[in-house]
């Protein structure tokens, strides 16, 4: 993701303007993080401790991350649900009120348009969280649906923000950095739940969810405090003067995600993947596998009913990382997937990936082989994720 | 016979990061200015390192093999890559020495 492409992004976007988030300037000037373009904006990569330094940080107290360049919409309405559920999978029916569910946004062909967070806040009100890169078109796809047929005379209102920042708080020790900030006690918060609190007397969006594979939380918070918050996270010790908290980048936001076997769009999800090659089922009801309407049901349907040719696989390889792109292949040269992510896992100091693999390939612990610079390296099918998830239960 | 030795810069580590892995031609390898010879790995992606001059690999770095991490470190020093013979001495006129490179550096510093 951040290797050929992104030079590729740098170049296509030398010429037009970069979008910034509101703390554009602190990362770049106070925290010396190296900004690059990233879907459209100009974003922290690394700081100067590096991937490697910013990712073990996380798993260890608390990585803080800047995703404002990630989408944020409310759904409002008498008839938001059904439209919510039009084209997504989400099961907003059972959902709990408060209770967050993550979900993806379908095509017609029963491909994936993005994946997103659907928090359902009311009934009749959701936040959702969309990708940077598939906002615009996200944003488009839900404008046109509901300018089309029936939906024209529902009630449904489609809101944008672009004030509020996003900042997740990832790790161990987040909760414990949130409730002295916040000056709270989220022990009785559930993973996949989210609410609204107070913050020096302004509301903010408190939900516990994340990309790491940690327990954690993601952040809305309006411009005017922004700043206050991110100073008072990232400046926070613990007993001992150590600082408890510190700011990662996208590099280190990606081999978190990786290690933790989560979905990058653009990468393991795209609009001709099926949820069911991407191995995401489990987003889908039982309801509403049987009973569908939703846009691609019946893409869903079959390759729920005759199985997929290809599905989405962690692997091991052994010699350097395999990037994506990279060609799979049986020990006799015949080609079975492609990498989609790859990276050296720092925490597990060997070379992880995600990659579609023809069925039965991809079966775990299968020895493959994968194709770097011209080379066959023996890669191994893994379970993923590869490093435990730590998602908080509560008591 | 001329030789060489290759490395990256102190300022093209520093682009790379965190570095994991590097990919050096066999010795014997014969190759032309411009080609890669090595090919490095970091975190966050991979890069190719061309020949500045046209030659042939006669031996590799082998503590940055068992060490990548000593090209973060001594890029310019200790954490050379590849050891070559230089076919054509003429080529080393086409390079810039360090202080020309410092102020290419500064130059398209943005």
């Known amino acids: 993701m951040f290797g050929k492409s992104l030079n590729l992004a740098r ?11 509101h703390l554009f300037k602190y990362h770049k000037e106070t925290l010396k993080g190296k900004m690059v373009p990233f879907a459209g904006y100009e974003m922290p990569v690394l700081y100067p401790e590096g991937i490697i330094k910013e990712h073990l940080f996380c798993r260890e107290s608390v990585g803080l991350f800047d995703v404002s360049h990630m989408g944020q919409v409310r759904i409002v309405g008498k008839d938001a649900l059904k439209f919510l559920e039009h084209f997504t999978v989400a099961d907003l029916q059972s959902l709990g009120k408060g209770k967050a569910t993550l979900s993806l946004i379908m095509n017609e062909k029963g491909g994936i348009n993005d994946d997103c967070i659907i928090t359902k806040v009311e009934d009749d009100s959701f936040f959702v969280v969309i990708n940077a890169g598939c906002k615009d078109k996200d944003l488009e796809y839900m404008r046109t649906i509901k300018g089309s047929g029936d939906w024209k005379n529902k009630d449904i209102s489609i809101n944008y923000n672009e004030d509020n920042s ?30 609204e609190l107070k913050y020096k007397d302004k509301i903010i969006r408190v939900s516990r969810c994340g990309y790491t594979g940690e327990d954690g939380f993601e952040v809305s918070v309006p411009e005017s405090l922004i700043l206050t918050f991110a100073e008072e996270l ?52 039982k309801r509403r596998k049987e009973q569908g309407g939703f846009l691609g049901y019946e893409t869903v349907k079959k390759h729920l009913e005759q199985g997929v040719k290809q599905k989405r696989s962690g692997f091991m390889v052994e010699g350097p990382p395999a990037r994506e792109g990279a ?54 099918v893994k379970k993923m994720p590869f490093v435990p998830s730590r998602y908080y239960k509560k008591p | 016979m001329q030789t060489g030795k290759i490395g990256i810069t102190k300022y093209a580590q520093g682009e790379l990061g965190d570095i994991v892995h590097v990919d ?28 500045p001059v046209t030659g042939e690999v006669i031996a590799h770095n082998d503590s940055v093999k068992g060490e990548p991490a000593l090209v973060n ?30 102020k290419f550096l500064e130059e398209h510093k943005h």
């Open chain 1, 11 to 21: 170049r296509h976007f030398s010429n037009d303007v970069l979008k910034r988030t």
């Open chain 1, 166 to 195: 996003l900042i997740a708080v990832q790790g161990p020790n987040a909760q414990k950095l949130l409730d002295q900030i916040i000056g709270t006690d989220l022990s009785s918060m559930d993973f996949m739940t989210s609410q």
């Open chain 1, 234 to 285: 990232g400046h926070a010790k613990n007993n001992e003067g150590n600082k408890v908290a510190t700011w990662v980048g996208l590099g280190a936001r990606d081999t978190l995600r990786l290690e933790a076997g989560l979905c990058l769009y653009g990468h393991e999800l795209n609009e001709d993947i099926s949820p069911i090659e991407a191995v995401l089922g489990w987003t889908i009801s």
């Open chain 1, 327 to 380: 060609k799979i292949q049986t020990k006799d040269g015949v080609q079975v997937g492609h990498v989609t992510s790859g990276a050296p896992s720092p925490s597990l100091k060997k070379n992880v990936g995600q990659a579609y693999i023809n069925v039965p390939h991809n079966k775990l612990e299968t020895q493959l082989e994968v194709v770097i610079r011209e080379k066959p390296y023996p890669l191994t």
């Open chain 2, 24 to 51: 050096i031609k066999s010795v014997g390898h014969q190759f032309k200015k411009g080609e890669g010879i090595t090919a490095i790995e970091s975190v966050k992606t991979a890069a190719d390192v061309y020949a």
């Open chain 2, 73 to 102: 470190t001594d890029a310019e020093t200790d954490g050379w890559l590849v050891q070559i013979k230089i076919n054509d001495e003429k080529d080393l006129n086409d390079l810039m020495d360090a202080a020309a490179y410092e």
